[in-house]
């Protein structure tokens, strides 16, 4: 694991990049941050991306200015659907693709905000698979993920901050033809999967955003089986 930097249209990006052991080309993931940011939680997450064979990128989103005007530019993006946090994902996968030690596929990965972004850039660029954890579906999903690559997702059905966006997901990809695997775990809330420690934790704790490794294991086999038939090839792209 090593922080590095990689340029983007708006200039570099700072971020985690966690390489597996033994000897590559492997495929790559993009791990795209929740709102709390590059995260101990969001390095360990890469980490296993990279225990399982898999190059994980984790750019910081709030690396190029002061983080208060970061966080704004970066939900602004991505109720917009547009902005640099996008510029900034899509150079991460360009970055990791044309490194020596990639197979050139890519998939992306989000939690909570990033969830958001892994679910729109799976459709705006080239990326072979999207995990949505817990991420927002736009009210026109229908239109906005037509070029959706497949997609794996999962929900808590206590978040009530997201009711009823498992449903809508599923029911749009399946309109739109788009290959998927959409699970709301019914005894969970937001968060599920996140493991945040310090005071961080104690006060998501107190919101009811608490990790549950029950159902975080059980999304993680998912993901990891879905990752495994999009990524894993001896073809590259074209």
Not at 46 to 61: I, T
Not at 72 to 98: C, K, V
Not at 219 to 233: K, M
Request: net charge neutral.
């Amino acid at each position: 694991m090593t922080d590095i930097s990689y340029p983007s249209p708006a200039g570099p990006v700072r971020g985690h990049l966690s390489v597996p052991l033994g000897e590559g080309p492997w495929p790559g993931v993009i791990v795209i941050m929740d709102a709390f940011g590059l995260s101990r939680d969001l390095r360990q997450q890469c980490d296993r991306l990279a225990s399982r064979g898999y190059l994980a990128l984790a750019p910081d989103l709030y690396s190029w200015g002061s983080k208060i005007t970061c966080i704004r530019a970066t939900f602004s993006a991505l109720r917009r659907g547009s902005g640099r946090a996008f510029q900034d994902i899509d150079a991460a996968r360009n970055w990791l693709a044309e490194r020596p030690d990639c197979t050139e596929k890519v998939g992306v990965i989000g939690f909570c905000m990033g969830g958001g972004f892994a679910l729109l850039a799976g459709a705006q660029f080239g990326f072979s698979v999207s995990s949505v954890n817990y991420g927002q579906v736009p009210k026109d999903a229908d239109i906005v993920l037509q070029n959706s690559c497949p997609v794996v997702a999962s929900y808590g059905r206590r978040d009530r901050t997201l009711k009823g966006q498992a449903e809508r997901l599923e029911g749009s990809l399946k309109r739109l033809g788009v290959e998927h695997d959409v699970k709301e775990y019914p005894a969970v809330g937001h968060g599920f999967m996140n493991q945040h420690s310090g005071a961080l934790g104690s006060v998501l704790g107190v919101l009811g955003l608490r990790y549950d490794p029950g159902s975080a294991e059980d999304a993680w086999r998912r993901i990891l089986a879905f990752f495994e038939q999009h990524l894993r090839t001896d073809e590259r792209p074209n």
